[in-house]
């Protein structure tokens, strides 16, 4: 197995390794180490059917289902992640950590290439360490402590949502899901602190006003997605990303309008931030 950086921030390239196959215990313990390292990892070539692809994530941790879009049939916690040749708005299109607004977030996501377009259609990935990691001392002690109220609604994010919503919406979705969250969490297994809001999700702070709490979050996006703090993903059919919600964001660039890209996502069940 071979692991090649793909920037100075994060990410990470694993070559020599078929996730069709079942792997190894040394194996499994060596790629949850590259991914606490790296805080996303990649893998090309790997061509895996939804069993084989359940199968792999199972090694990583426990699958769980997406509460606004149902999964496969046969795979309740595999979702299509697609944007078609006639919609305009991609699925996610905005920077975020998946679904913060539930009271235990994932623990990780992945995402399998099925069809990608002739260009563009990359994933850029922000690592949460090092935008905490630079800010001054002040504004770290102005922030540890803080809680972040976080929403499904937030207009922005439930507009990537709609064409799925209309395809592949499950009957029961909720109409809102809110929980609250430090703005600063520390990661149950490197101990690393990491900012832990986002645009797409992250409202309003708890105990503030409504024009403070806007004043400071707005200066926090802008921070948390500065171009070193990030990597960029070109995919290929068969690429397979697996990323660490609890210190990374990441954006899927809807720059190929007129074409189609289809994903398959699994995620895995999270902690309480804390």
Known sequence: MKIT?????????????????????????????????????????????????????QTMGEPVEYPFVKGLEGYPCVIEVKKLEHERVNFGGIWHSDTTYLDQPPMGSMLLARVVPPYGGDTLFASQYLAWEALSDTMKSVLDGLVG????????????????????????????????????RTHPETGRKALYVNIAHTAAISGMSEAESAALLEFLFAHQIKPEFTCRFSWQPGSLAFWDN??????????????????????LAGDRPA
């Open 149 to 184: 109220i976080n929403s499904s609604a937030k207009a922005d994010v439930t507009r990537t949502r709609e064409d799925r919503k209309k395809s592949d919406g499950r009957e029961s979705a909720p109409a809102e899901l809110r929980a609250e969250h430090p703005l600063v």
């Open 5 to 57: 950086r793909i920037a100075g921030a994060l990410g990470a390239e694993i070559q020599g390794i078929d996730l069709a196959q079942p792997l190894s215990t040394e194996e499994i313990r060596n790629l949850r180490a590259a991914f606490l390292e790296h805080q996303v990892v990649f893998f090309r070539d790997q061509p895996l059917t939804p069993a084989q692809f359940m199968q792999f994530a």
């Open 246 to 267: 609890r210190c990374v964001q990441h954006n899927p660039v809807n720059d190929y309008h007129g074409h189609r890209r289809i994903m398959h996502r699994i995620t």
